[in-house]
């Protein structure tokens, strides 16, 4: 009887063990990918504010789409782009130095589901809510849906 006690405690204690090991490894795959997440948003953002395309470009996936629900003279549009059209901007529009030292660029990551995931970051030209994808082990940035600083400032407090 005393035998089938101290298996049983060895074995339980094994399943406890291999239970919080998976856990740890959980939380260690769990940050592993927050911090891949953020790297692929600072491409984004430090490749608009230092006007470097290839490094902006490398955050995007192909299909990315980006929306802007700005207001422009005091009326609400909705501004596409594409991964082209941004890549064009950074490339040939903006130039060294258009964003003032020390702008912001937090990044606040909402949701990691798989190979999908949510953040929102704040940057010089307002908020992005972004969601990304995991293409071949890289994450990208599918989609980004942004509000200019104009329009939240006109409108904090406000629901429309």
């Not at 490749?47 to 395309?53: K, P, Q, S, V």
């Not at 200019?148 to 629901?159: A, D, F, L, P, R």
Request: net charge negative.
């Amino acid at each position: 009887m005393m035998r089938m006690n101290l298996n049983t405690l060895y074995l339980g204690s094994l399943a406890l063990l291999a239970t919080l090991g998976a856990t740890d490894l959980q939380a260690a795959s769990i940050e592993t990918e927050e911090q891949a997440i953020r790297e692929t948003i600072l491409d984004y953002l430090e490749g608009a504010y230092d006007t470097d395309a290839d490094r902006f470009a490398s955050a995007m996936h192909p299909e990315l789409t980006k929306r802007g629900y700005v207001l422009r003279q005091d009326k609400i549009a909705i501004v596409p782009h594409t991964k082209e059209s941004l890549e064009h901007n950074v490339r040939y529009r903006l130039k060294k130095g258009w964003i003032p030292e020390g702008a912001v660029k937090e990044i606040e990551i909402l949701d990691v589901l798989g190979d999908l995931a949510s953040a929102k970051c704040l940057a010089h030209w307002g908020v992005d809510y972004l969601h990304l994808v995991k293409k071949d082990g890289k994450w990208l940035i599918l989609h980004v849906l942004w509000q200019n600083n104009e329009y939240i400032s006109q409108t904090k407090g406000e629901s429309s």
